[in-house]
């Protein structure tokens, strides 16, 4: 380095003499020193423009700030489960209750296969309740179990017929359809009220609604004397599965309620 590059040092940030000037035009070293002083002085660039937000996108983050400042931690998922299974099992117990004093429990099945279904029917009420609410990375699995699991009830309740026939089919369907349906409306109605605070997904809700169609299935499979496949299926099957697929399709049109994420 010469003594004129050792004076323009001494120099900087301060306008040049004629002379320093003139070196520094012809001298690459000091072009380069200056040239890096200016660029460590200069403003930061200015941030890159943000793109706006949609009206909509901000609504739904309005929305979940507002359900997180409301409920900022959420309550276990078994509490809701454990909610739902009291409802059905409060509304299970008090038609039974009816139908028993009423003299109405008239299933001639034998005993073990008369228990047996209504318990293999109240394991698919609970198991329809945790596939329905249990948190999962893939919900889109549980399609495969609840089809089995639904396959799997009630090909068992059709083959565990007593194959008693009382009335001719039409009229024999038609009371077990309307007791069946009747009875699990208000767990069906509960239920829908708890997808409404989850992110719609169709497959639990399928799940959710073969839970509460299950309180109508253990009610005519207890009460009814009819044991005729066609029967059992026409009425006692299909009310449960239409129940089943009712519930998903309503909560389709229903809003959710909490947003939280």
Same mark, same amino acid.
């Given at each position: 380095?010469?003594?004129?590059?050792?004076?323009?040092?001494?120099?900087?940030? $301060?306008?040049?003499?004629?002379?320093?000037?003139? /070196? @520094? $035009?012809?001298?690459?070293?000091?072009?380069?020193?200056? #040239?890096?002083?200016?660029?460590?002085?200069?403003?930061?660039?200015?941030?890159?423009?943000?793109?706006?937000?949609?009206?909509?996108?901000? @609504?739904?983050?309005?929305?979940?700030?507002?359900?997180?400042?409301?409920?900022?931690?959420?309550?276990?998922?078994?509490?809701?489960?454990?909610?739902? =299974?009291?409802?059905?099992?409060?509304?299970?117990?008090?038609?039974?209750?009816?139908? +028993? /004093?009423?003299?109405?429990? *008239?299933?001639?099945?034998?005993?073990?296969?008369? *228990?047996?279904?209504?318990? =293999? !029917?109240?394991?698919?009420?609970?198991?329809?309740?945790?596939?329905?609410?249990? &948190?999962?990375? @893939?919900?889109? @699995?549980?399609?495969?179990?609840?089809? =089995?699991?639904?396959?799997?009830?009630?090909?068992?309740?059709?083959?565990?017929?007593?194959? !008693?026939?009382?009335?001719?089919?039409? &009229?024999?369907?038609?009371?077990?359809?309307?007791?069946?349906?009747?009875?699990?409306? !208000?767990?069906?109605?509960?239920?829908?009220?708890? *997808?409404?605070?989850? #992110?719609?997904?169709?497959?639990? $809700?399928? $799940?959710?609604?073969?839970? #509460?169609?299950?309180?109508?299935?253990?009610?005519?499979?207890?009460?009814?004397?009819?044991?005729?496949?066609? /029967?059992?299926?026409?009425?006692?099957?299909?009310? +449960?599965?239409?129940?089943?697929?009712?519930?998903? +399709?309503?909560?389709?049109?229903?809003?959710?309620? !909490?947003?939280?994420?």
């Amino acid at each position: 380095m010469s003594p004129d590059c050792s004076r323009v040092l001494e120099a900087l940030g $301060a306008p040049l003499p004629a002379d320093l000037e003139a /070196h @520094r $035009a012809t001298c690459a070293d000091c072009q380069a020193l200056l #040239a890096g002083f200016d660029a460590l002085g200069a403003p930061p660039p200015a941030p890159p423009p943000t793109a706006p937000v949609s009206p909509g996108l901000e @609504r739904a983050r309005h929305r979940a700030l507002e359900a997180l400042a409301a409920q900022p931690l959420a309550p276990p998922w078994w509490h809701e489960a454990l909610r739902l =299974l009291g409802v059905s099992l409060g509304v299970m117990g008090v038609a039974l209750a009816v139908s +028993w /004093h009423m003299g109405r429990l *008239l299933n001639t099945s034998p005993p073990g296969v008369r *228990l047996g279904l209504a318990v =293999l !029917v109240l394991l698919a009420l609970g198991g329809g309740l945790v596939g329905a609410l249990r &948190p999962a990375r @893939r919900p889109g @699995r549980l399609a495969v179990p609840v089809t =089995l699991g639904a396959l799997g009830v009630g090909g068992a309740l059709v083959l565990g017929g007593s194959g !008693v026939t009382v009335h001719t089919l039409v &009229p024999g369907c038609l009371g077990c359809i309307g007791t069946s349906l009747l009875v699990s409306a !208000v767990p069906a109605g509960v239920t829908l009220g708890a *997808l409404r605070r989850l #992110a719609f997904q169709p497959v639990r $809700a399928l $799940a959710a609604g073969l839970a #509460a169609g299950a309180v109508g299935l253990v009610l005519v499979h207890l009460r009814c004397p009819e044991g005729g496949a066609a /029967h059992l299926t026409l009425s006692h099957v299909g009310p +449960w599965l239409l129940v089943g697929a009712l519930v998903p +399709w309503v909560r389709a049109y229903l809003p959710t309620r !909490v947003h939280a994420p």
